[in-house]
């Protein structure tokens, strides 16, 4: 059985940073499957925030964070990460991992997803 477990959220002042991570055990991922995140914030639908294929490299951004967040993948240790820069009030949310063997567009945009990870907080607050 498939694990992710989320680490690195936190409170934040507006402007500030977080790096989130996203640690997969179980087995190791198959080398087509897609990772990513999304959030949810209190009283809005879970979105698909960023997602990254290991297959071909391929990524998603939502416009909300594009220019922001930048998600990257270390295969070997079979983590993704998720660097959150200029953070905004509106990115308090719960972040959540996910991985999905297809591909990021039915991943993020679609939110075909196979595994979940416990979710981690990300408050942006003064």
């Known amino acids: 059985q498939l694990q992710l477990v989320e680490s690195g959220g936190g409170l934040v002042q507006p402007g500030g940073s977080l790096r989130l991570s996203c640690a997969a055990s179980?087995?190791?991922?198959?080398?087509?499957?897609?990772i990513g995140w999304f959030r949810q914030a209190p009283g809005k639908e879970r979105e698909g925030v960023s997602c990254?294929?290991?297959?071909?490299?391929?990524?998603y951004y939502a416009d909300s964070v594009k220019g922001r967040f930048t998600i990257s993948r270390d295969n070997a240790k079979n983590t993704v990460y998720l660097q959150m820069n200029s953070l905004k009030p509106e990115d308090t949310a719960v972040y959540y991992c996910?991985?999905?063997?297809?591909?990021?567009?039915?991943?993020?945009?679609?939110?075909?997803?196979?595994?979940w990870g416990q979710g981690t907080q990300v408050t942006v607050s003064s």
């Open positions: 179980g087995f190791t991922l198959p080398y087509y499957y897609t």
């Open positions: 990254i294929s290991s297959s071909d490299g391929s990524t």
């Open positions: 996910a991985a999905d063997g297809g591909t990021v567009q039915a991943m993020c945009v679609v939110g075909f997803v196979d595994y």
